[in-house]
């Protein structure tokens, strides 16, 4: 009772959308009010679906619905106080007159729900998509989702939710991209590390990467660029990928199906899809240093992945001759006139010849080296029509608006975008000096691996028995993606880093960290030093001119006479603090004379 009172007195904020007010700012005299002629029915919250009032239905009302998009998917509370049990009965959507074409339905909805409303309340969910009837129609389409709910008693409450939904015919396929958002996972309930390391006060990867939550900002910037962007939350195999220009992977930490592998290669190989991977860093050693004891478990927790599952997304990558790296790189970039860091990020670690590869000067956190790094490349599988296009870039922070420190990097973003969508090469990011003549393999570092000790299985989607592809009919006709993948002679690996004014970066080819080097000489030092000490008895203060001076005992400062008895021996005489003389003999006994400071 008071939670409908207090929501449907609110009064909504002009400038924010649903997802950061709810219902809006708290009316207590308007809730007063409502609570005098309260009566007992149950509601939904939001008590209409207005998918054309911007901003308060952000994101759902930036972009249309249109034919063979991914369905449009909406969650409703429902509350029911009639009873602390009751149940959902006979969800449908009436359309208005708007809503048809010639007798045909412009716009279908698919509703699931909770099997009992416990205590109090539950959910229903609408996936909504345009029919083939609305596929050239552009307009507003209006209508009402209807359901009862039934209490424990048998008292039945009629809820009713207005519905307007703006419609358009489907855009070009250069403009389309699809997010995918299958492959994301996140705490809870497994224990998925931040990806900015920097961070130290949020060790969690709880925004779940997703378009509308951490990455909003991209969203918003890929919308004013005029693309049309998707969620897809299944697998691969669902997928009809000739209707998208692009599919975005941004941060990934779930495994891959091989089903789905063969898929994707066979997509850009042969279908014309494009992909853009945005990756995040995977080193073991670093993610046994995030172990940490939880007080509510009382348990050790340890990182199921790093801050991106390398291991997995190098296996999407194979067929295409690419891999990232086990390095940790923080840098500074400036692309297109676009100043960012680099924070955490990976390296790209093999790229096939005829790829263009974008270095820059970053440090390696892991072993504390700065050398030039490859971080972003781009690769184009041919010339015909169905040929698709690879680019890869190493860190996502400058994307996600919850970590991010600086400037995000929507100027490297166009540039992979153009690329992808249009086969447009950026000159001033890419110039034709970048470009591999042959395939590229790093000689610093290595691939990374995953953590032994970790439970993956339990918090993934498709590792574990008993998990396959949801469509795995539909792959019969799907060539493996070995037999796609074209020969690569290993022999032709050069782990030299073109430069854009040409030739080569010098330090692309060294291998041994000089911080290492620099141990072994200065160990080397250190007992070329202890040597010395052991065969010349001088002080060592003596040795840098800082020993204490001896002392005349006639009262005059400056050198003091040697007593004549050790005149004409080979022993060495020894000066120390104190104003001790010291003899050592041949045999190797010592003997000493105080010489007193009388000055």
Same mark, same amino acid.
């Given at each position: 009772?008071?939670?409908?009172?207090?929501?449907?007195?609110?009064?909504?904020?002009?400038? +924010?959308?649903?997802?950061?007010?709810? $219902?809006?700012?708290?009316?207590?005299?308007?809730?007063?009010? $409502?609570?005098?002629?309260?009566?007992?029915?149950? +509601?939904?919250?939001?008590?209409?679906?207005?998918?054309?009032?911007?901003?308060?239905?952000?994101?759902?009302?930036?972009?249309?619905?249109?034919?063979?998009?991914?369905?449009?998917?909406?969650?409703?509370?429902?509350?029911?106080?009639?009873?602390?049990?009751?149940?959902?009965?006979?969800?449908?959507?009436?359309?208005?007159?708007?809503?048809?074409?010639?007798?045909?339905?412009?716009?279908?909805?698919?509703? +699931?729900?909770?099997?009992?409303?416990?205590?109090?309340?539950?959910?229903?969910?609408?996936?909504?998509?345009?029919?083939?009837?609305?596929?050239?129609?552009?307009?507003?389409?209006?209508?009402?989702?209807?359901?009862?709910?039934?209490?424990?008693?048998?008292?039945?409450?009629?809820?009713?939710?207005?519905?307007?939904?703006?419609?358009?015919?489907?855009?070009?396929?250069?403009?389309?991209?699809?997010?995918?958002?299958?492959?994301?996972?996140?705490?809870?309930?497994?224990?998925?590390?931040?990806?900015?390391?920097?961070?130290?006060?949020?060790?969690?990867?709880?925004?779940?990467?997703?378009?509308?939550?951490?990455?909003?900002?991209?969203?918003?910037?890929?919308?004013?660029?005029?693309?049309?962007?998707?969620?897809?939350?299944?697998?691969?195999?669902?997928?009809?990928?000739?209707?998208?220009?692009?599919?975005?992977?941004?941060?990934?930490?779930?495994?891959?199906?091989?089903?789905?592998?063969?898929?994707?290669?066979?997509?850009?190989?042969?279908?014309?899809?494009?992909?853009?991977?945005?990756?995040?860093?995977?080193?073991?050693?670093?993610?046994?240093?995030?172990?940490?004891?939880?007080?509510?478990?009382?348990?050790?927790?340890?990182?199921?992945?790093?801050?991106?599952?390398?291991?997995?997304?190098?296996?999407?990558?194979?067929?295409?001759? $690419?891999?990232?790296?086990?390095?940790?790189?923080?840098?500074?970039?400036?692309?297109?006139?676009?100043?960012?860091?680099?924070?955490?990020?990976?390296?790209?670690?093999?790229?096939?010849?005829?790829?263009?590869?974008?270095?820059?000067?970053?440090?390696?956190?892991?072993?504390?080296?700065?050398?030039?790094?490859?971080?972003?490349?781009?690769?184009?599988?041919?010339?015909?029509?169905?040929?698709?296009?690879?680019?890869?870039?190493?860190?996502?922070?400058?994307?996600?608006?919850?970590?991010?420190?600086?400037?995000?990097?929507?100027?490297?973003?166009?540039?992979?975008?153009?690329?992808?969508?249009?086969?447009?090469?950026?000159?001033?990011?890419?110039?034709?000096?970048?470009?591999?003549?042959?395939?590229?393999?790093?000689?610093?570092?290595?691939?990374?691996?995953?953590?032994?000790?970790?439970?993956?299985?339990?918090?993934?989607?498709?590792?574990?028995?008993?998990?396959?592809?949801?469509?795995?009919?539909? $792959?019969?006709?799907?060539?493996?993606?070995?037999?796609?993948?074209?020969?690569?002679?290993?022999?032709?690996?050069?782990?030299?880093?073109?430069?854009?004014?040409?030739?080569?970066?010098?330090?692309?080819?060294?291998?041994?960290?000089?911080?290492?080097?620099?141990?072994?000489?200065?160990?080397?030092?250190?007992?070329?030093?202890?040597?010395?000490?052991?065969?010349?008895? +001088?002080?060592?203060?003596?040795?840098?001119?800082?020993?204490?001076?001896?002392?005349?005992?006639?009262?005059?400062?400056?050198?003091?006479?040697?007593? /004549?008895?050790?005149?004409?021996?080979?022993?060495?005489?020894?000066?120390?603090?104190?104003?001790?003389?010291?003899?050592?003999?041949?045999?190797?006994?010592?003997? /000493?004379?105080?010489?007193?400071?009388?000055?």
């Amino acid at each position: 009772m008071m939670k409908q009172i207090l929501v449907y007195s609110a009064s909504p904020i002009s400038t +924010s959308h649903i997802f950061e007010q709810g $219902m809006g700012k708290v009316d207590l005299l308007k809730a007063a009010e $409502m609570a005098k002629n309260y009566i007992p029915r149950a +509601s939904a919250i939001p008590s209409q679906l207005d998918l054309t009032k911007c901003p308060y239905m952000w994101p759902y009302c930036t972009q249309p619905v249109y034919y063979s998009g991914q369905p449009l998917k909406i969650n409703i509370t429902v509350l029911n106080p009639l009873s602390v049990s009751g149940t959902i009965k006979d969800p449908s959507l009436v359309l208005n007159t708007d809503g048809f074409a010639e007798d045909k339905p412009l716009i279908a909805v698919e509703f +699931s729900y909770s099997d009992v409303l416990w205590p109090w309340s539950g959910y229903l969910a609408i996936a909504l998509r345009a029919t083939k009837a609305g596929r050239s129609m552009s307009g507003v389409v209006s209508g009402r989702i209807n359901f009862d709910v039934i209490s424990d008693h048998g008292e039945r409450s009629t809820v009713s939710i207005p519905l307007r939904v703006e419609l358009a015919p489907p855009p070009p396929r250069e403009k389309r991209l699809l997010w995918d958002q299958f492959h994301s996972l996140r705490y809870p309930s497994g224990y998925f590390p931040r990806d900015n390391l920097a961070i130290k006060s949020d060790i969690l990867d709880w925004n779940g990467d997703h378009i509308h939550t951490n990455f909003n900002g991209m969203y918003n910037y890929l919308r004013e660029k005029g693309y049309f962007v998707e969620t897809v939350g299944t697998d691969w195999t669902c997928v009809d990928s000739t209707l998208y220009g692009a599919l975005i992977l941004v941060d990934p930490e779930e495994a891959y199906f091989d089903e789905e592998i063969s898929k994707l290669a066979n997509d850009v190989y042969n279908r014309g899809l494009s992909i853009i991977v945005v990756s995040e860093w995977h080193n073991v050693p670093t993610m046994k240093k995030l172990k940490f004891l939880d007080q509510n478990t009382q348990s050790w927790w340890l990182p199921q992945t790093g801050g991106s599952n390398l291991p997995q997304l190098n296996r999407l990558l194979k067929p295409f001759h $690419m891999a990232f790296s086990d390095r940790i790189l923080d840098a500074d970039l400036s692309i297109r006139g676009q100043s960012f860091k680099y924070e955490s990020g990976s390296s790209i670690y093999q790229f096939p010849r005829g790829g263009r590869l974008y270095s820059v000067l970053a440090k390696d956190t892991v072993s504390g080296y700065r050398r030039y790094f490859p971080v972003m490349g781009i690769y184009s599988t041919g010339s015909q029509p169905g040929n698709g296009r690879v680019a890869l870039f190493g860190d996502s922070n400058c994307l996600d608006g919850n970590h991010r420190r600086g400037s995000p990097c929507h100027g490297m973003l166009d540039a992979l975008l153009e690329f992808a969508c249009e086969n447009k090469t950026d000159q001033t990011v890419f110039p034709s000096s970048l470009k591999l003549k042959a395939a590229f393999q790093s000689d610093f570092g290595g691939l990374p691996v995953p953590m032994d000790g970790v439970h993956f299985a339990r918090y993934s989607n498709v590792m574990g028995e008993g998990k396959q592809p949801e469509c795995l009919s539909r $792959m019969s006709s799907i060539p493996n993606a070995t037999d796609i993948t074209p020969p690569l002679n290993h022999s032709d690996f050069q782990p030299h880093l073109p430069s854009p004014e040409g030739g080569f970066y010098s330090n692309a080819n060294e291998g041994l960290p000089y911080f290492a080097l620099g141990l072994f000489v200065g160990a080397c030092a250190l007992g070329a030093y202890v040597r010395y000490c052991r065969a010349f008895p +001088s002080s060592p203060r003596e040795l840098f001119g800082l020993a204490t001076r001896p002392v005349d005992t006639s009262g005059r400062t400056g050198i003091s006479e040697v007593p /004549s008895k050790f005149h004409g021996h080979s022993d060495h005489v020894k000066w120390v603090r104190g104003g001790k003389l010291h003899k050592r003999t041949n045999g190797g006994s010592a003997s /000493s004379q105080v010489v007193h400071d009388t000055a």
